[in-house]
């Protein structure tokens, strides 16, 4: 990542990112188009990012000082990583060299596991604007995106508090996620830690967390790059294209291909 400093903006130069790709392909969902770019929050830090010139790589991000940028948004957008090289493993496989091609400016954005739990029990059978409807109105609720423990304060009585969330039967789960995160019984930080199979164990004991869930929480929110979450579109993938099994390149960053296959799969097919 290179940068430059222009006034109360950074100017940052970074291959292999697209912000459509990035942040409007399901793996997060407190960002909003605008003219020029988005905007949007992470961990309730606001961030406006616009493309400065798209053709070379170079990104705005507005308001953002030298520090912000090094020690909030540099991991954010996994900056660190070198997806240039990722790209050129995983295209030693036919149809994953065509899902790189076709959508090379992912990334996996390094997000919070209290709000990629939280956010992707909201996902369950649910489009993106209506996922991102419910989430508007929980951050307006609370005053921001709630932390397990003042959701489960909020919740203690039951899941009534969060009617007017409009979730349905999400709400339940929610408020079952906040009472056992915040009270210890699942502890993120030690899930984190776990390895793949240990981690969807231990997240499957709040209701409603099935393994894609699970795994979109490691994946997203633990930056577990071995989960591979699958909802339809991926056990599409499956079925079609690796009936016997997902091709070695991939090995140790599953999650990155499976972002990949994700997007293409989804975008052949529309």
């Known amino acids: 990542m290179d940068y430059t400093v222009k006034g109360k903006d950074i100017l940052v130069k970074q291959a292999d990112l697209s912000l459509d790709e990035t942040l409007d392909c399901g793996q997060a969902f407190r960002w909003t188009k605008v003219e020029g770019g988005y905007t949007g929050h992470f961990l309730n830090r606001p961030l406006t990012i616009l493309d400065e010139d798209p053709a070379d790589g170079v990104f705005r991000f507005c308001g953002v000082s030298e520090s912000e940028l090094l020690e909030v948004w540099q991991s954010y957008f996994d900056f660190a990583t070198d997806y240039g090289e990722l790209k050129r493993r995983f295209s030693e496989d036919e149809t994953l060299a065509k899902a790189c091609k076709f959508a090379g400016g992912i990334r996996i954005l390094r997000q919070d596991s209290w709000e990629a739990l939280s956010s992707f029990i909201i996902s369950q059978n649910n489009n993106i604007p209506r996922i991102k409807g419910i989430i508007g109105r929980l951050c307006e609720q609370f ?25 349905g039967f999400r709400a339940k789960y929610l408020a079952d996620a906040a009472q056992k995160v915040a009270g210890g019984e699942v502890d993120l930080a030690q899930v984190a830690k776990m390895d793949a199979d240990s981690a969807r164990t231990e997240l499957m004991k709040i209701k409603g967390v099935g393994p894609k ?56 097919e529309r």
């Open 143 to 167: 005053g921001g995106y709630p932390s397990a423990e003042e959701m489960a304060a909020a919740t203690a009585e039951g899941c009534e508090s969060l009617a007017g969330l409009r979730a």
């Open 213 to 268: 869930v699970a795994d979109c929480t490691m994946l997203f929110g633990m930056y577990k790059l071995e989960a591979f979450p699958k909802d339809v579109w991926v056990k599409r993938v499956i079925a079609e294209w690796y009936p016997n099994g997902l091709p070695e390149c991939i090995k140790g960053a599953e999650g990155a291909a499976q972002q990949y296959l994700f997007h293409y799969i989804r975008s052949i």
